[in-house]
């Protein structure tokens, strides 16, 4: 079984900074791409930003030099550092990730999501 877990969530000021992360567990041969999603209430779940086991990186428009994704391969963790946070930031982030099985199979998994408040 794979468990995707996220934490660092939080209530923070416009303005501050927040720093999530996404650890993966089980029976994981290795990551391909992860990515982080969020979802604010009434709203559809949008990309946020995407790293590649190779470290390259994809950014929405709305975050760009704002947050910045990485990742450890060797701990299986996935790290988004969020800063200059805009009330607008506001929302559930989920992480995903792309993984080949220990058995040889291939899954797309997602954790359980951490919410994030940015108050004006």
């Known amino acids: 079984q794979v468990q995707l877990r996220e934490s660092g969530g939080g209530l923070v000021q416009a303005g501050g900074s927040l720093r999530l992360s996404c650890a993966a567990s089980g029976s994981i041969g290795s990551i391909n791409i992860m990515g982080w999603h969020r979802q604010a209430p009434g709203k559809q779940r949008d990309l946020v930003a995407t790293i590649t086991s190779g470290g390259s990186t994809n950014y929405a428009d709305s975050v760009k030099g704002r947050f910045t994704i990485s990742r450890d391969n060797a701990k299986n963790t996935m790290y988004l550092q969020m800063n200059s946070l805009k009330p607008e930031d506001t929302a559930v982030y989920y992480c995903?990730?792309?993984?080949?099985?220990?058995?040889?199979?291939?899954?797309?998994?997602w954790g359980q999501g951490t919410q994030v408040t940015v108050s004006s």
């Open positions: 995903n990730a792309d993984l080949n099985m220990q058995w040889g199979g291939r899954r797309v998994s």
